[in-house]
C-alpha cells in the first residue's frame, strides 16, 4: 500500500512534468506567433510612408533586371550545377539530424538487474511465455524468501541488444516511469527546429544565406560533438534543441541559395529536384545506422564529416547574387560574376557597373532588390494593390469564405505534418529490419515526388492534395484491419508494413504539394500572414508526432488514418489554384463562385 502510493505520486508527478512541458511549448509558439503577427501589422502601417504602387512597381523593375542578368550566365551552366551538387549534399545531411532519434532513442528488451546475491529468478518476477522466460521489466522481490511482494527497480535494468547497438534509453535507463523522456528528446528538436525559423532565418537578409549556412553547419558541428557528452536528460533536450535550430537554418539558406543560383526560366526543377536529396538523406541513414551501432558514433558521423567539408564551401559556393546586389556589394557581385563567366565558358564581364547599368540598375540596389529572393517571395506577394487599413491574422476570420479556407489550411498543415512524422518516427515498431523499413520510406519519396508534379499539372492542387491524403488514410487505417496472422498462422507483419508504406508514399504527395497550394489560395493582401499562421500548426503537428507514436503503433495510425480521410474530404470545399489567377484582394475570394465539392471537384470550369 505504502509502496504503490509512493508510485503513484512518482506517475502523478511526471504526468504533471509532461503536462507543464507541453503547455509551456504551447505557450511558447503561441508568444512567436503574437510576436510575428505584431511585426506584420507593424510592417503593413509603414507602407502608408511610401506608395504600395510604386514599392511594387520598383522592386519588379529591379527583380527583373537582375533576373535577366542572371540568364546570362549560363542557365543550367557547369557551375551553377557544381553548386546545386554542393547545396544538395548539405541539404542531403540534415535529414539525417531529422531522423537520428529512430536509432538514438531506440528501446532495446530489458529487465530488472538481480540483486547481489541472489539469481535473477529470485530477483525479478517472471512468467513463460511461448516457452521462454519472460522477466519483468519494472519490478523486482523485496524479499522473494518471504513473500511475492515487488518493488521498482533499484538495481538497474538488463539490456539484451541483439547486437552491439546502443542508445541514450540504455545509456541513461530511460525505461519505466522515464521512457517518455526517450521521445522528450524529439519533442525539444522540433521545438528548436521551429525556433530556429523565427530567430535565426531571418540572420540571412543581413549577414547573407552563405554565411548563416556556413556558421550554422560549425556550430551544428560542435553542438552535435558535445551532445554525446550530456550526462542528464536536461542537458541532451537543450542542446537537441539548439541542434533543430541550427539545422532548420541550413535548410532555409540551403533553399535559398539554390534557387537564388538560377534565373527564374530555370529555377522550377531545381526547386523541385532538391528534394530528392532529402529522400537520399533519408535512406542514407538507415544506411549509417546500420554500419554504425554506437549512438555516439553514429552521432558522430552525421555531425562532423559534411560539416566540416563545409569549411572548403567558402571558396566554392559564393554568396547570393541578388542578395550581394541587393546590399550595393558590387566588387563582390562583380568576383561572384566573373566566377560564373570563367567556368561556364562565358566572356568576361570586364566591368560590373556597365553591366548593371545595361540591366537598368543603377548604383547602390535599394531594398526592394530583395524581393526577388524566394525567401521573400511571400512577403512580396503581400503588397497590397490596394490599402484600405492594416491586415493582421485577424482579418482571415472577418468574412465567411476566407474564414473556412482559412480554417481548412490550418487543418491540413496541421494533419499533414502529423502523419508524415508520425509515420517516420513508428518506423521501430513495424515489423520487419528497421533498417530496410527506413530505407523503404525514403525511397516511396522518390516516386510520390515525381507523381505529385505531374498530378499537380493535370488535374490541379485540390485533387491532387484529396487524392493523396485518401490513399494515406486507407492505408492507415486499413492497419486496424489486418490481423497478426492468416487461420492457418502465416504472419501478416509484411502486409501491414506494406500499407504503412503505401501511406506514407500519400502523405508525401500531400505535404509536397500543400504549401504551393497555401501561397495561391490565400489573397494577396494578406498572404504572408496566412501562410504563417498555417505554418503554426504544421509545428504543433511536428511536435505533437513524436509523443503520440509513444501510444500504441496501431492507435497511432488508426488516428493519422482518421484525421486524413477527414482532410481529403474537406481539401474539396477549398477552390481549384491551379492556372488561375491569384486573389489579390479579400472581396476576390468573397465573390468567387461558390459551388457545392461534390459538384467542384468533377466540373471542369472548376478543375
Known amino acids: 500500500g505504502e509502496h504503490e502510493t509512493k508510485i503513484n505520486t512518482k506517475l502523478d508527478s511526471e504526468v504533471l512534468y509532461t503536462a507543464l512541458l ?6 511558447i509558439h503561441s508568444c512567436f506567433f503574437i510576436n510575428k503577427t505584431l511585426i506584420l501589422v507593424r510592417s503593413t502601417l509603414d507602407i502608408n510612408t511610401v506608395s504600395p504602387m510604386e514599392k511594387e512597381k520598383e522592386g519588379h523593375h529591379t527583380a527583373h533586371a537582375v533576373d535577366k542578368l542572371q540568364q546570362h550566365l549560363g542557365g543550367y551552366g557547369r557551375f551553377q550545377i557544381v553548386i546545386y551538387l554542393l547545396l544538395g549534399l548539405v541539404y542531403m545531411r540534415g535529414g539525417w539530424h531529422v531522423w537520428i532519434p529512430i536509432y538514438q532513442t531506440l528501446s532495446p528488451t530489458f529487465h530488472c538487474s538481480a540483486s547481489a546475491g541472489l539469481s535473477l529468478n529470485e530477483s525479478v518476477p517472471h512468467t513463460v511465455e511461448e516457452g521462454a522466460l519472460v522477466y519483468s521489466q519494472c519490478e523486482q522481490y523485496v524479499n522473494f524468501s518471504v513473500s511475492n511482494a515487488t518493488e521498482h527497480c533499484h538495481n538497474g535494468w538488463t539490456y539484451l541488444w541483439d547486437s552491439s547497438y546502443t542508445s541514450i534509453v540504455s ?25 530556429g525559423v523565427i530567430f535565426l532565418a531571418p540572420l540571412g537578409d543581413r549577414f547573407g544565406s552563405k554565411t548563416l549556412m556556413l556558421v550554422c553547419l560549425w ?16 542537458v541532451f533536450c537543450i542542446i537537441k534543441a539548439l541542434i533543430g535550430m541550427c539545422n532548420m537554418t541550413i535548410a532555409l539558406s540551403v533553399y535559398v541559395l539554390m534557387t537564388e543560383t538560377f534565373d527564374a526560366s530555370h529555377r522550377e526543377l531545381p526547386t523541385i529536384a532538391i528534394q530528392f536529396f532529402w529522400s537520399a ?13 554506437a549512438w555516439q558514433d553514429l552521432e558522430l558521423a552525421i555531425a562532423l564529416p559534411i560539416n566540416i567539408l563545409s569549411l572548403s564551401f567558402m571558396s566554392i559556393i559564393p554568396e547570393s547574387l541578388p542578395w550581394l546586389l541587393s546590399k550595393g556589394k558590387l566588387k563582390q557581385a562583380e568576383k561572384v560574376i566573373n566566377s560564373f563567366t570563367t567556368l561556364n565558358g562565358l566572356a568576361q564581364v570586364p566591368n560590373l557597373q556597365e553591366k548593371l547599368e545595361r540591366f537598368g540598375i543603377h548604383g547602390n540596389i535599394d531594398d526592394p532588390m530583395k524581393k526577388s529572393s524566394p525567401y521573400y517571395v511571400l512577403k512580396d506577394q503581400c503588397a497590397p494593390t490596394d490599402v484600405s487599413g492594416p491586415h493582421t491574422v485577424l482579418t482571415l476570420f472577418k468574412t465567411p469564405k476566407l474564414r473556412v479556407i482559412t480554417l481548412i489550411m490550418f487543418y491540413l498543415f496541421l494533419v499533414n505534418a502529423l502523419a508524415y512524422f508520425g509515420i517516420m518516427y513508428s518506423t521501430p515498431q513495424l515489423a520487419g529490419d528497421r533498417f530496410l523499413n527506413l530505407c523503404l520510406l525514403g525511397l516511396v519519396e522518390i516516386p ?3 507523381l505529385c508534379i505531374a498530378a499537380n499539372r493535370l488535374i490541379g492542387r485540390r485533387r ?8 494515406c488514410g486507407v492505408c492507415n487505417i ?16 509484411s502486409l501491414k508494413t506494406a500499407l504503412v508504406m503505401l501511406g506514407k508514399f500519400g502523405i508525401t504527395g500531400s505535404y509536397s504539394t500543400i504549401y504551393l497550394y497555401a501561397s495561391e489560395v490565400f489573397p494577396t493582401i494578406i498572404r504572408t500572414q496566412a501562410v504563417g499562421a498555417s505554418s503554426f500548426f504544421e509545428n504543433l503537428g511536428s511536435i505533437a508526432a513524436p509523443n503520440m507514436v509513444y501510444v500504441q503503433s496501431s492507435v497511432t495510425l488508426g488516428i493519422f488514418g482518421g484525421m486524413t480521410i477527414v482532410g481529403c474530404v474537406i481539401v474539396l470545399l477549398l ?21 457545392p465539392p461534390h459538384f467542384s471537384y468533377l466540373s471542369p470550369a472548376n478543375s
Open 22 to 27: 507541453v503547455y509551456s511549448v504551447f505557450c
Open 171 to 195: 545509456w541513461m535507463d530511460l525505461v519505466c516511469d522515464k521512457a517518455f523522456q526517450a521521445d522528450l528528446t524529439t519533442t525539444m528538436y522540433m521545438v528548436g527546429t521551429t525556433s
Open 219 to 234: 556550430a551544428q558541428a560542435v553542438l552535435g560533438t558535445v551532445l554525446i557528452w550530456a550526462s542528464n536528460i536536461i
Open 281 to 293: 538523406g533519408i535512406m542514407s541513414m538507415a544506411l549509417l545506422g546500420y554500419l554504425i551501432p
Open 448 to 450: 510520390a515526388y515525381v
Open 464 to 471: 491532387s492534395v484529396s487524392i493523396f491524403l485518401l490513399i
Open 478 to 493: 486499413a492497419v486496424l484491419f489486418v490481423p497478426e496472422e492468416t487461420s492457418d498462422g502465416h504472419s501478416l507483419q
Open 575 to 595: 477552390p481549384e489554384t491551379h492556372n488561375r489567377p491569384l486573389p489579390q484582394t479579400i472581396e476576390d475570394v468573397e465573390n468567387k463562385q461558390s459551388v
